[in-house]
């Protein structure tokens, strides 16, 4: 090895030892005798596709004797800074599967402070090396100003698992036992594929998330304060799901085998071909779920007539086959346009079977049983195709893109209900009740978005877009009585036929800009909506036009040793779901009822939140206070009604409430304590104050208040173990909340994994234990007028999966690849 290549092989790995803090020094202020250095900047393209090359390294050498003089790495923009004393000099610039490139540089003392050395492109090499090189591998946890980014890979509690349960693993987000997403305590979130509304998220995006395999997943990024340029919807933040996709040349791929008890097996294939034109990928996985689940409750009525005590339990087995697939090409036109096309297609088949007992016991502590079988059956099919156009003009920044998308997702339900009861004193069960459920959803959806960006002076930008979407969504529910189950005749009064026509257009303006160490962003975003419901049945029809301005703004500005200081508004919208507008009924459960509103109305939200980032040499801490006002907002009411027997029935239906005050802060870091032990947490304390009143026609019938306080957090520990394996330990705490009409009970779990490298590190096997205790159970009381209850449930017990993965001619994942540059553009921050 010569002179020039020992300097540089001691460079890049001292880079990549010490990461941000090559960095850092570099963006230091310099004094003393350093001031009179001269900083050389410039930008690392990829030859054929004219993309930044982050992480690539920069050594500069002496001209005279090709001594190391400094060195540094390009960012995810392709740029770099480095200073230097007059002289001559030359700098190598070389990246894996690049062919080396060196640039004279003559540094005279009259020059200018600064020396732009502009775009300079790096050619693929002709043949990819198979000697070791260093790399970096991405952290758990990446955090931003305006985002938090997690590689769901590194979290090897999430293998085998779906897309639901990677997140109901992320700090801050919690899934319900209905599968409802909420961040930071509010379940009002805009859940986003690659960037974009999905077919992957189809009807129901709790229903969806779980039948989509967790290892199709790249990463999450959550965005709680999004600016302009995103949509309005989702008054608590955005997350996006990123989907695998590569770009590296020739032919690259990952394959996945997972099996698990109980039964969750599965498998994906995630592959590309790369020439210098065309880039062809493909995303293919699927898989066999079995998962038991049960719950139970005691129920407790105290009228002043009666005092009974009402005991449930539920036992569930949902077995499920899902499958997925997305395809597509990147065509390069030229150097600086791009035209990408895909087509996804999502199908599942899912069997419940659900046993659920109620035993009434008397104030004589008499005994009523009711016995109900509910056995189910659920078809989905999505489909979604895309096109996306960018074109890069000649100045940095310059771009155009245009987009299109359009989806077509399909639903069919059936269920066929039994209630059997025994009252007093008698021997056996009798047949009372026999129903069946026929429901088919469709829905399609139609988007058409452009953006464009425009720099402007020096480091001036203003941003233009639009968005118009349209949906149509159909809902045919019937519903059949049969008085001995065998000729069964239509319900008129539980069946409806629901419609729901959407039609969004949003245009956005932003204007950024730098003032010495401050950086901002102004924006506003227009959208106008026309949203119509029509029982096609009844007739009755129901439409909602209403226009908003929702401005943003963010403030930022940089501290020394790379610390920033963010501050931040938004104004949001929470359109109400379909599901929630829907007025059907749910016959699985006869004692509790579930209904739609179809007069909700949209709630707003004013959102404020100030961040402090402080990166270090091996860890990175984030500060972040925030402060939501939203009126209007919308909540499940539980009423109890009489019926002519003993029971009572609870019917839950969403009601347009008054205020809600949210208070929080939250904590997020990763610090490397060691080569074997890294550790990633996050810490949530918030405080809410809920007050609003439900009406009955023109009266009030309910004045509701609420105020809790809560916390939650999350620690993993990163272990290595030489070259033996890696372990990971996962602990997930949430603390009890109060709501409006009762109390969210406390949950804790514990996650396990086990990952190690074989076949020349060319494949991980892996081994997860997934609520290690048991535990995770979600425990809650109910508090009426004459009416307590306490209940718990679980959706899923505790799962063991094992995973191997085979990577064809791939590394594990650097920190820096150069994948997703065009895809999910729109989610780029501020």
Same mark, same amino acid.
């Given at each position: 090895?010569?002179?020039? !290549?020992?300097?540089?092989?001691?460079?890049?790995?001292?880079? &990549?030892?010490?990461?941000?803090?090559?960095?850092?020094?570099?963006?230091?202020?310099?004094?003393?005798?350093?001031?009179?250095?001269?900083?050389?900047?410039?930008?690392?393209?990829?030859?054929?596709?004219?993309?930044?090359?982050?992480?690539?390294?920069?050594?500069?050498?002496?001209?005279?004797?090709?001594?190391?003089?400094?060195?540094?790495?390009?960012?995810?923009?392709?740029?770099?800074?480095?200073?230097?004393?007059?002289?001559?000099?030359?700098?190598?610039?070389?990246?894996?599967?690049?062919?080396?490139?060196?640039?004279?540089?003559?540094?005279?003392?009259?020059?200018?402070?600064?020396?732009?050395?502009?775009?300079?492109?790096?050619?693929?090499?002709?043949?990819?090396?198979?000697?070791?090189?260093?790399?970096?591998?991405?952290?758990?946890?990446?955090?931003?100003?305006?985002?938090?980014?997690?590689?769901?890979?590194?979290?090897?509690?999430?293998?085998?698992?779906?897309?639901?349960?990677?997140?109901?693993?992320?700090?801050?987000?919690?899934?319900?036992?209905?599968?409802?997403?909420?961040?930071?305590?509010?379940?009002?979130?805009?859940?986003?594929?690659?960037?974009?509304?999905?077919?992957?998220?189809?009807?129901?995006?709790?229903?969806?998330?779980?039948?989509?395999?967790?290892?199709?997943?790249?990463?999450?990024?959550?965005?709680?304060?999004?600016?302009?340029?995103?949509?309005?919807?989702?008054?608590?933040?955005?997350?996006?799901?990123?989907?695998?996709?590569?770009?590296?040349?020739?032919?690259?791929?990952?394959?996945?085998?997972?099996?698990?008890?109980?039964?969750?097996?599965?498998?994906?294939?995630?592959?590309?071909?790369?020439?210098?034109?065309?880039?062809?990928?493909?995303?293919?996985?699927?898989?066999?779920?079995?998962?038991?689940?049960?719950?139970?409750?005691?129920?407790?009525?105290?009228?002043?007539?009666?005092?009974?005590?009402?005991?449930?339990?539920?036992?569930?087995?949902?077995?499920?086959?899902?499958?997925?697939?997305?395809?597509?090409?990147?065509?390069?036109?030229?150097?600086?346009?791009?035209?990408?096309?895909?087509?996804?297609?999502?199908?599942?088949?899912?069997?419940?079977?659900?046993?659920?007992?109620?035993?009434?016991?008397?104030?004589?502590?008499?005994?009523?049983?009711?016995?109900?079988?509910?056995?189910?059956?659920?078809?989905?099919?999505?489909?979604?195709?895309?096109?996306?156009?960018?074109?890069?003009?000649?100045?940095?920044?310059?771009?155009?893109?245009?987009?299109?998308?359009?989806?077509?997702?399909?639903?069919?339900?059936?269920?066929?209900?039994?209630?059997?009861?025994?009252?007093?004193?008698?021997?056996?069960?009798?047949?009372?009740?026999?129903?069946?459920?026929?429901?088919?959803?469709?829905?399609?959806?139609?988007?058409?978005?452009?953006?464009?960006?425009?720099?402007?002076?020096?480091?001036?930008?203003?941003?233009?877009?639009?968005?118009?979407?349209?949906?149509?969504?159909?809902?045919?529910?019937?519903?059949?009585?049969?008085?001995?189950?065998?000729?069964?005749?239509?319900?008129?009064?539980?069946?409806?036929?629901?419609?729901?026509?959407?039609?969004?257009?949003?245009?956005?303006?932003?204007?950024?800009?730098?003032?010495?160490?401050?950086?901002?962003?102004?924006?506003?975003?227009?959208?106008?909506?026309?949203?119509?419901?029509?029982?096609?049945?009844?007739?009755?029809?129901?439409?909602?036009?209403?226009?908003?301005? &929702?401005?943003?703004?963010?403030?930022?500005?940089?501290?020394?040793?790379?610390?920033?200081?963010?501050?931040?508004?938004?104004?949001?919208?929470?359109?109400?779901?379909?599901?929630?507008?829907?007025?059907?009924?749910?016959?699985?459960?006869?004692?509790?009822?579930?209904?739609?509103?179809?007069?909700?109305?949209?709630?707003?939200?004013?959102?404020?939140?100030?961040?402090?980032?402080?990166?270090?040499?091996?860890?990175?801490?984030?500060?972040?206070?925030?402060?939501?006002?939203?009126?209007?907002?919308?909540?499940?009411?539980?009423?109890?009604?009489?019926?002519?027997?003993?029971?009572?029935?609870?019917?839950?239906?969403?009601?347009?409430?008054?205020?809600?005050? !949210?208070?929080?802060?939250?904590?997020?870091?990763?610090?490397?304590?060691?080569?074997?032990?890294?550790?990633?947490?996050?810490?949530?304390?918030?405080?809410?104050?809920?007050?609003?009143?439900?009406?009955?026609?023109?009266?009030?019938?309910?004045?509701?208040?609420?105020?809790?306080?809560?916390?939650?957090?999350?620690?993993?520990?990163?272990?290595?173990?030489?070259?033996?394996?890696?372990?990971?330990?996962?602990?997930?705490?949430?603390?009890?909340?109060?709501?409006?009409?009762?109390?969210?009970?406390?949950?804790?779990?514990?996650?396990?994994?086990?990952?190690?490298?074989?076949?020349?590190?060319?494949?991980?096997?892996?081994?997860?234990?997934?609520?290690?205790?048991?535990?995770?159970?979600?425990?809650?009381?109910?508090?009426?007028?004459?009416?307590?209850?306490?209940?718990?449930?679980?959706?899923?017990?505790?799962?063991?999966?094992?995973?191997?993965?085979?990577?064809?001619?791939?590394?594990?994942?650097?920190?820096?690849?150069?994948?997703?540059?065009?895809?999910?553009?729109?989610?780029?921050?501020?």
């Amino acid at each position: 090895m010569n002179q020039k !290549s020992f300097h540089s092989f001691l460079l890049v790995l001292s880079i &990549f030892l010490t990461g941000n803090q090559v960095i850092a020094q570099n963006r230091l202020p310099m004094s003393g005798k350093e001031a009179r250095q001269i900083e050389i900047k410039g930008q690392i393209l990829d030859g054929e596709t004219e993309l930044p090359v982050e992480f690539a390294t920069i050594s500069l050498f002496n001209t005279s004797d090709s001594t190391l003089v400094g060195g540094a790495l390009s960012d995810d923009k392709g740029n770099f800074k480095l200073a230097a004393l007059p002289g001559a000099y030359y700098a190598q610039i070389q990246f894996l599967t690049y062919m080396n490139k060196d640039v004279a540089i003559d540094l005279v003392v009259l020059a200018l402070m600064k020396t732009d050395l502009g775009q300079i492109i790096l050619e693929p090499a002709t043949k990819e090396l198979d000697e070791v090189v260093v790399q970096t591998q991405r952290t758990q946890m990446e955090l931003q100003l305006d985002k938090k980014v997690y590689n769901v890979g590194k979290d090897l509690s999430n293998l085998g698992g779906s897309a639901s349960d990677i997140l109901s693993n992320l700090p801050s987000v919690a899934v319900d036992v209905d599968g409802t997403i909420s961040l930071r305590g509010s379940s009002s979130v805009r859940v986003l594929i690659d960037g974009k509304p999905s077919g992957l998220v189809g009807l129901s995006s709790s229903d969806a998330l779980r039948q989509l395999q967790g290892n199709l997943v790249e990463r999450v990024e959550i965005i709680t304060n999004p600016s302009a340029r995103y949509d309005a919807e989702g008054q608590a933040g955005i997350i996006n799901i990123i989907l695998k996709k590569e770009k590296a040349k020739g032919i690259n791929g990952s394959f996945t085998l997972n099996t698990g008890y109980p039964n969750n097996h599965g498998g994906s294939v995630s592959v590309n071909l790369r020439r210098k034109w065309v880039n062809l990928f493909a995303n293919v996985g699927g898989g066999y779920r079995m998962s038991p689940g049960m719950g139970s409750s005691r129920q407790y009525f105290t009228y002043p007539d009666t005092t009974y005590t009402t005991i449930s339990n539920r036992d569930m087995e949902r077995a499920s086959i899902n499958y997925s697939a997305r395809m597509g090409a990147d065509f390069y036109l030229g150097k600086n346009a791009t035209l990408t096309t895909y087509y996804l297609t999502r199908l599942s088949n899912e069997n419940n079977f659900t046993t659920l007992s109620y035993k009434d016991y008397g104030q004589d502590n008499s005994l009523r049983e009711t016995l109900r079988t509910d056995d189910g059956s659920e078809d989905e099919a999505n489909t979604e195709f895309g096109l996306n156009f960018e074109e890069n003009f000649k100045r940095k920044g310059h771009k155009l893109t245009i987009d299109f998308q359009y989806q077509e997702n399909n639903e069919d339900q059936n269920s066929l209900v039994f209630q059997d009861f025994k009252d007093l004193n008698a021997l056996s069960f009798v047949p009372v009740d026999f129903m069946s459920s026929e429901n088919t959803e469709s829905e399609k959806r139609t988007m058409f978005q452009t953006d464009y960006v425009h720099p402007f002076a020096e480091k001036g930008q203003f941003e233009l877009g639009s968005r118009i979407t349209f949906r149509d969504i159909s809902n045919d529910y019937l519903i059949k009585d049969s008085e001995d189950g065998t000729v069964y005749s239509k319900n008129v009064n539980l069946s409806n036929n629901f419609q729901y026509i959407e039609g969004i257009s949003a245009f956005y303006g932003i204007f950024s800009s730098e003032y010495e160490k401050l950086t901002y962003q102004l924006g506003t975003r227009y959208e106008i909506s026309d949203v119509t419901t029509e029982l096609l049945d009844t007739q009755e029809r129901s439409r909602q036009q209403y226009s908003n301005f &929702f401005p943003s703004a963010f403030f930022t500005y940089s501290l020394a040793n790379e610390h920033k200081l963010q501050a931040s508004y938004s104004r949001r919208i929470g359109r109400p779901r379909f599901r929630n507008l829907n007025p059907f009924v749910s016959i699985s459960d006869a004692r509790n009822y579930r209904v739609g509103n179809p007069n909700l109305l949209p709630s707003y939200t004013d959102s404020y939140e100030l961040g402090y980032l402080q990166n270090f040499e091996k860890s990175s801490l984030y500060y972040g206070a925030y402060y939501r006002h939203s009126t209007g907002i919308d909540q499940n009411v539980t009423t109890l009604v009489d019926t002519l027997g003993l029971e009572r029935v609870k019917i839950s239906r969403p009601e347009n409430l008054g205020f809600r005050n !949210s208070l929080g802060i939250e904590m997020n870091g990763s610090l490397e304590i060691s080569k074997w032990w890294s550790l990633n947490g996050n810490a949530n304390f918030y405080h809410s104050n809920t007050e609003g009143v439900v009406y009955d026609g023109n009266e009030i019938s309910q004045v509701l208040k609420a105020e809790a306080y809560s916390f939650s957090t999350r620690l993993s520990n990163n272990l290595k173990f030489g070259d033996l394996f890696d372990a990971q330990v996962n602990l997930m705490y949430r603390a009890p909340e109060n709501s409006t009409q009762g109390r969210r009970l406390s949950m804790t779990s514990l996650d396990l994994g086990f990952s190690k490298d074989v076949i020349k590190k060319n494949a991980t096997v892996s081994l997860s234990v997934r609520d290690l205790f048991n535990s995770r159970k979600y425990r809650g009381t109910t508090d009426l007028e004459y009416y307590h209850d306490e209940s718990e449930f679980q959706w899923a017990s505790r799962q063991v999966n094992v995973s191997f993965t085979y990577r064809l001619n791939q590394k594990k994942k650097r920190g820096g690849n150069r994948e997703n540059q065009n895809y999910g553009e729109e989610m780029e921050g501020f």
